[in-house]
């Protein structure tokens, strides 16, 4: 191990990119250092394509702006090859049954895709889900979950909910089921883990969090280093969110979950990249999982793109991190005798 600074200027461990994800209490992040020619030209096509255009959204966030044409022009995207799918049906919304020609493991993740809680879906998901299940050698169930501006957030974790007790009533048991999300599916994931808890459910075998938000409020954010550096999200976004977000809200919301009961939630793994203005949210939220007494290991990609993973088979970092995933979940799962499916 040698010594690196993080964004936030503290000395953090350096880890080769070979090494397994160890599921152990983390004192410190694990960096993992280096950033390859086709991520930096990625970062530098995001920030000056993409960030503008979210800029312009932040700007006048109405509800003129066709939020689910994203996901609409990915319908077309197909699975991974080889990748079975079909549709389930929830009681409030559709999901997507995802399984790779050898995800026949007895372990299972639910899945809550990223978006600000406002836009992509299945569509713009279902190549980085179809990953997720090759690696893990599992298959997913991706979550369509109700959005903003039309449902509150706390919608979005009741059907994340939904989603695992489908998965129960299928016959999987709690410590066969991986919860994982990225950027607002990475809030949804520690927030439906957290309402599994206080229903009294099987607590998941292990949580997965892809450059997550875990804090609706923007303050600590925009005061962090970080904030200036992002390729790809502006200040003016999480203004924008936490302005939603807030009128949305009922009397009874949820808190965000960095502040939530994290006592007794299973092992979870967190990967940001160094640079995303998200990176505060992710070590403040494993630091609260680690005095809670959970079980956390921070990854800090060196450079990477707010959710690099969605850019598997373009730049090798988001290879690498998959793959990092799919060993944690196994390592989570061990292996037993598979249910029956009744329902798919």
């Known amino acids: 191990m040698t010594a690196n600074t993080s964004p936030s200027g503290r000395t953090i461990r350096r880890a080769r990119t070979t090494r397994s994800p160890r599921i152990a209490v983390a004192a410190e992040p694990r ?14 096509s995001v920030r000056f394509t993409v960030k503008p255009a979210l800029e312009v959204w932040a700007r ?49 993740v639910l899945y809550l895709h990223g978006g600000g809680f406002l836009t992509c879906g ?14 893990a050698g599992a298959p997913v169930l991706a979550v369509d979950y109700r959005m903003l501006p039309k449902h509150p957030i706390d919608a979005a974790i009741a059907d994340g909910v939904a989603g695992y ?28 883990a957290i309402a599994i808890a206080e229903l009294g459910l099987p607590t998941p075998a292990g949580l997965v969090a892809l450059s997550p938000l875990t804090d609706i409020d923007p303050a600590t954010k925009l005061a962090h280093p970080a904030a200036d550096g992002c390729p790809l999200i502006p200040r003016a976004v999480l203004l924008a969110l936490a302005d939603i977000a807030a009128a949305r809200a009922g009397a009874n919301s949820r808190t965000s979950p960095v502040n939530g009961a994290l006592a007794g939630l299973p092992p979870v793994l967190i990967h940001v990249g160094s640079t995303e203005i998200l990176y505060p949210d992710a070590e403040l939220m494993a630091q609260r999982l680690g005095a809670a007494g959970v079980t956390v290991t921070l990854e800090v ?10 850019a598997a088979g373009l730049i090798p970092e988001a290879e690498r991190a998959i793959a990092r995933v799919g060993e944690f979940i196994r390592t989570c799962t061990p292996a037993a005798e598979a249910p029956a499916l009744t329902a798919v």
């Not at 299945?122 to 690696?135: D, K």
């Not at 990609?301 to 969605?310: E, I």
């Open 31 to 44: 960096f993992i250092a280096g950033a390859s020619l086709r991520s930096r030209i990625l970062a530098e």
């Open 165 to 192: 007790r489908w998965l129960l009533e299928q016959g999987f048991e709690g410590k066969r089921i991986v919860i994982a999300g990225d950027s607002a599916g990475g809030y949804l994931t520690f927030a439906t």
């Open 60 to 108: 006048w966030p109405s509800a003129m702006w066709p939020a689910g044409a994203l996901d609409f022009a990915a319908r077309m995207v197909p699975p991974g090859r080889g990748v079975g799918r079909r549709r389930i049906r929830l009681e409030h919304c559709d999901a997507e049954w995802l399984q790779a020609r050898d995800a026949m493991r007895d372990a299972v």
């Open 122 to 135: 299945l569509n713009t998901h279902r190549s980085l889900v179809s990953r997720i299940s090759g690696a």
């Open 301 to 310: 990609w060196d450079r990477q793109v707010h959710v690099f993973h969605a």
